[in-house]
């Protein structure tokens, strides 16, 4: 059994009254010491997904609909919540794409590190100040032992973001959400982040999530990809699979917008139209309207989910003409 | 912090000296002799004479002004005219009420207006939030004296449980137990003051709580009373601090008001007196106190603020 | 036009504003239609009929000189339609032309911020006091101070609001078609101040009314004889065991007027411009 399982996620948005299906029956598992790397465009649902994991869906706006989320042998949705928080920031934990504004602007780093340890072990003040040391060091953040008591305004984007890191890390989590974590971070410093990660999932041999809007990045760290669309899983495979053929149009779309140094290519192809809004009603495959290879087909029936290769799942009833 | 303090104290001064020409200005925007006004209609002529020798009027106005600001700094705000006192003994007299019921009002804002504004807060959209809210503007929506009038007539002269009025010193008989003389007076100044800490607690609450180091606390396993308090509420206290001196200036204002009311021997009721006594020298030394007072209090709003947001640079 | 949707996205779904809204707009009729309601003439001393309990024809009952509570109340409304607006007059253009004008010429603007500051020194019921202490009692003065008194924090705001639009496209295009300073300031720039400056009014009306009241309750507000709400609260106020109801009406009628403005105000504020929305504090 995986680590995480989500089976057939649904999540909705209630606005004026009305329920709009936000995340459709979407799947996937990751295993220890594994990283899926989920990938789409703004809108698409997959943030929603990660909060929803996470159990951080606020309020009565957002919530879940339908579907399972089990976790480590548990099903999180029957889960009290009380229980549900013994879990987050401990076994499962979660960072985030704004490292600027993520940190409590009016505590120290460390107390803020201090406060996730404290809240799942029991330790003096000291010992957990000890560890958050040991964590800023593991982060590579320069002379950890000063710096845990900065304030979050005295450090740069990328250094927050390896705070949050070690926060994230500080209770040893067998699951680690990173939703889209170096997306506001300069070219370089996103490098490092990610290097970041990986080192310390060999070391740890935490599973993790990694959402992003960036194939490139994707393709890169994941072991296994989902793409999603709308609400919903339009391809998923392993990466090296997925990168050898790529089934689904609108990956292939997402793939050629990515700037490839040294090509011959000049010019770089952008999906055209954008993704539709909740409001809009659509039938058919949600992403007909900007489908270069749509037909009648497409826009009056959703394609189920299909086998295009063992291991390599696809919804579009023409997979197989995608292909290079 | 002590260089800061330094700092805001300089640049505090230039504001001080321009309201200090404007309360000098006060006495010769009156018509009439200057020296007449101050000493009242029982002067005679020769004692006109003598002030008028002694603070230079017959002088260009800003040689007046320097007398003036040098008799003031020295502590010498005038004579009353109808207490035939300094001025500084007249308002110090009236200082002990005024400060103890202003510390009493303020215990009863923090005690009333920070946890209503936090449970308002923390309850959005609720019907708990739409009877608070609500029921707090209305609060602020009520005369002072008005509100004072219906707790005399209902707890002192209904049910007997107060003191309608006065206040014996805390020397005199009585002690400490004096201070019950000021519990209804206090709560009257605290209804309206406290309604606006409930309305500010709740805004600045519900602006922190859509921030994204809100959601961080959530991911760590906080319980939601800990998200409130330490991340929420710590976070929004910054802007209440920031607006505290403008809870002390409506306290200033609404004093006035309370200690007429309640017939206390306190500050306020000194400045309406002396305005229907034509007191001016006494008016015109409130007037100064008062202003520097406010200017203190707004400093050390200043200072709490840095204290609060470690953002603010001390330098 | 725009001020007329402005308004009905104010109120949409807001029960308690609009009843506000339309009990503001009960105390104008009363206030204009104040001879045609009032039963009584509210100056008419009665010594027989002293003191006598709310029934017919003496609704409100009447005070300790025989008037009629009720005639009293109605021509109040109109004090507090004249006292409301006529301070509001006096706080906008007096505070919106110096914050307007030292926004726009900044040399100048910085010296008069700076005499703003100094009078935002003063808190308003003592300055209030001390203004009153000048003058004689009459409702042009009471007006006059109040609006005074309302016009720094007003002078504040639309310099703060003014900074703003100054640095937006629509005015650099304005300086760039050869438009004079007048018209930048009165045809670009005011219009778009209209939501936040009408905000802006309806919270200084609420505040001066409980501002007049306390100067009424002084005895340095409005002139004793004049039947405001203040001075029927002034002057009853020893009664208040013998004729509760002498307190209850005036008191009541201020409260809910109050309460109203902050309800209109507080509903227009949210619906206004992001933009400006944090410049202008209410109740």
């Known amino acids: 059994m995986a680590l995480l399982e989500v089976q057939d996620l649904e999540i909705a948005v209630r606005t004026k009254g009305k329920l709009l299906p936000v995340v459709q029956g979407v799947s996937f598992d990751v295993d220890d010491n594994e990283t899926l790397g989920i990938v789409g465009e703004s809108g698409c649902g997959k943030s929603l997904t990660a909060l929803a994991i996470m159990g951080l869906l606020g309020g009565t706006t957002v919530r879940i609909t339908g579907g399972n989320i089990r976790f480590d042998g548990m099903d999180l949705l029957t889960l009290s919540d009380g229980e549900r928080r013994s879990i987050m920031g401990n076994r499962m934990a979660m960072i985030f794409q704004e490292p600027m504004t993520s940190l409590n602007p009016v505590y120290r780093i460390g107390d803020q590190i201090i406060e996730n340890i404290r809240q799942h072990q029991k330790m003096t003040n000291a010992q957990a100040r000890d560890r958050a040391v040991e964590l800023l060091s593991l982060v590579r953040i320069p002379n950890p032992s000063e710096r845990v008591d900065s304030f979050p305004h005295q450090m740069s984007g990328g250094q927050r973001q390896r705070v949050m890191i070690a926060m994230a890390l500080s209770c040893d989590p067998k699951l680690l959400i990173a939703d889209e974590p170096t997306t506001a971070l300069d070219v370089t410093v996103q490098k490092e982040v990610l290097d970041l990660m990986a080192d310390l999932q060999t070391r740890m041999g935490t599973a993790i999530v990694l959402i992003s809007h960036d194939l490139g990045v994707i393709s890169e760290t994941c072991d296994k990809v989902a793409v999603m669309y709308r609400g919903r899983v339009v391809e998923a495979a392993a990466t090296e699979n997925l990168f050898a053929e790529l089934a689904h149009p609108y990956t292939r779309g997402l793939l050629n917008s990515i700037p490839v140094v040294d090509s011959d290519v000049d010019w770089l192809e952008a999906i055209p139209g954008r993704v539709p809004t909740l409001e809009e009603e659509l039938t058919g495959c949600a992403f007909h309207p900007r489908c270069a290879l749509v037909t009648k087909l497409c826009a009056t029936s959703v394609p189920q989910e299909t086998e295009y290769k063992p291991g390599h799942s696809v919804r579009c009833h023409f997979s197989g003409k995608v292909a290079p | 912090m002590l260089a800061y303090t330094a700092k805001r104290l300089l640049t505090l001064i230039p504001t001080l000296l321009a309201a200090s020409i404007l309360v000098f200005l006060f006495v010769h925007l009156i018509p009439g002799d200057p020296a007449a006004i101050l000493l009242g209609d029982t002067a005679t002529p020769e004692e006109v004479a003598q002030l008028s020798a002694e603070m230079g009027f017959d002088r260009p106005l800003h040689v007046q002004y320097f007398i003036w600001l040098g008799n003031v700094l020295q502590g010498d705000l005038g004579t009353s005219i109808f207490f035939r006192q300094p001025v500084l003994s007249v308002i110090g007299s009236g200082a002990e009420t005024s400060i103890l019921l202003a510390s009493m009002t303020m215990i009863w804002i923090i005690l009333i207006g920070l946890p209503i504004g936090i449970l308002s807060a923390t309850r959005q959209g609720t019907w708990i939030d739409q009877i608070t809210s609500s029921g707090a503007m209305l609060a602020a929506s009520i005369p002072t004296f008005w509100l004072g009038l219906y707790l005399i007539m209902i707890f002192s002269v209904t049910l007997g449980w107060f003191p309608s009025s006065g206040f014996p010193s805390l020397s005199d008989h009585g002690g400490i137990t004096n201070l019950r003389y000021l519990l209804l007076p206090s709560l009257t100044l605290a209804a309206p003051n406290a309604a606006l800490i409930v309305r500010l607690v709740r805004a600045s609450m519900l602006d922190v709580s859509r921030e994204d180091h809100v959601r961080t606390a959530r991911a760590k396993g906080l319980h939601p009373t800990r998200v409130a308090i330490k991340h929420i509420f710590r976070n929004a206290l910054i802007a209440v601090a920031a607006a505290f001196g403008f809870t002390f200036a409506a306290l200033i204002s609404e004093a006035v008001v309370t200690e007429t009311v309640f017939s206390l021997p306190g500050i306020g009721r000194l400045v309406v007196q002396s305005i229907l006594r034509r007191d001016y020298p006494v008016i015109q030394g409130v007037i100064l106190v008062i202003v520097v007072l406010y200017m203190v209090v707004n400093l050390a709003v200043d200072l709490a603020y840095a204290r609060l947001d470690p953002r603010v640079s001390l330098k | ?283």
């Open chain 3, 1 to 283: 036009m725009n001020t007329l949707i402005f308004f009905q996205t104010a109120f949409a779904g807001r029960r308690l504003a609009t009843l506000g809204f339309l009990w503001l707009v009960m105390i104008t009729v009363a206030a204009l239609a104040a001879p045609l309601i009032a039963p009584f003439d509210p100056l008419e001393i009665d010594p027989v009929g002293r003191l006598a309990e709310p029934g017919w024809p003496n609704l409100f009952g009447t005070d300790h000189f025989g008037r009629d509570t009720f005639s009293r109340a109605v021509y109040g409304a109109r004090m507090t339609v004249i006292i409301g607006t006529g301070s509001v007059a006096v706080a906008l253009l007096a505070g919106g032309l110096i914050g307007m004008i030292s926004a726009y010429f900044t040399r100048l603007g910085h010296f008069l911020m700076r005499c703003v500051d100094v009078l935002m020194a003063f808190p308003a019921l003592l300055m209030a006091l001390a203004l009153i202490t000048l003058l004689e009692r009459s409702v042009f003065n009471t007006i006059l101070v109040i609006g005074i008194v309302y016009a720094t924090t007003t002078a504040r705001i639309l310099y703060g609001m003014t900074l703003k639009l100054r640095g937006e496209v629509f005015v650099d295009a304005a300086v760039c078609s050869g438009a004079g300073h007048f018209s930048i300031l009165f045809r670009h720039i005011l219009p778009n101040l209209v939501s936040p400056l009408l905000v802006q009014a309806s919270f200084i009306f609420a505040f001066a009314q409980l501002q007049a009241a306390a100067l009424d309750f002084l005895g340095l507000g409005l002139p004793p004889e004049v039947p405001s709400w203040g001075n029927m609260l002034s002057e009853e106020r020893i009664y208040v065991t013998r004729a509760p109801w002498l307190l209850i009406y005036p008191g009541m009628l201020i409260v809910l007027s109050v309460f109203s403005m902050n309800l209109v105000g507080d509903a227009l504020r949210d619906s206004i411009d992001p933009r400006f929305k944090d410049d202008i504090a209410g109740v």
